[in-house]
C-alpha cells in the first residue's frame, strides 16, 4: 500500500483556480494508476479525474472536462490536479486515490486513499 496526502484546498470565489497536490510516499509510486475523486455534503464519493502509470493516460468525467487537469510527477511522487474556472458545485472533499491494478473510475477499484482535502466555491 501506498500512503497518500492531499493538500491545496481552500475557499475560492467562483471561477477562481485551485491547485491540489497528492504527496505519496514509497519507491514504487510509478506503479500505480491514481485518481482524484470527491464527495459533496449528502452525496456520494464520486470519480473526478484519473492519470495512468506513466501519465501519458488521462481521464476527466464530463463535468469538469476543460476546467480541470490532473498531472503526475512519479520522479517527486507527486500528483496533482489543477483545477480553473471553479464552480459552487464543485465543492466538496477531493481524495486521492491510487491502486497497482487495472485502469478504472471506480471507487472500489482503488485500495489507497488520503484524508482527503476541503475545497469550497463560494458565490
Known amino acids: 500500500q501506498v500512503q497518500l496526502v492531499e493538500s491545496g484546498g481552500g475557499l475560492v470565489q467562483a471561477g477562481g483556480s485551485l491547485r491540489l497536490a497528492c504527496a505519496a510516499s514509497g519507491r514504487t509510486f510509478s506503479s500505480y494508476n491514481v485518481a482524484w475523486f470527491r464527495q459533496a455534503p449528502g452525496k456520494e464519493r464520486e470519480f473526478v479525474a484519473g492519470t495512468s502509470r506513466s501519465g501519458i493516460g488521462t481521464i476527466y468525467t464530463d463535468s469538469v472536462k476543460g476546467r480541470f487537469t490532473i498531472s503526475r510527477d512519479n520522479a517527486k511522487n507527486m500528483v496533482y490536479l489543477q483545477m480553473n474556472s471553479l464552480k459552487r458545485e464543485d465543492t466538496a472533499v477531493y481524495y486521492c486515490?491510487?491502486?497497482?491494478?487495472?485502469?478504472?473510475?471506480?471507487?472500489?477499484?482503488?485500495?489507497?486513499w488520503g484524508q482527503g482535502t476541503q475545497v469550497t466555491v463560494s458565490s
Open positions: 486515490a491510487a491502486d497497482t491494478t487495472g485502469w478504472s473510475t471506480s471507487r472500489s477499484a482503488f485500495g489507497s
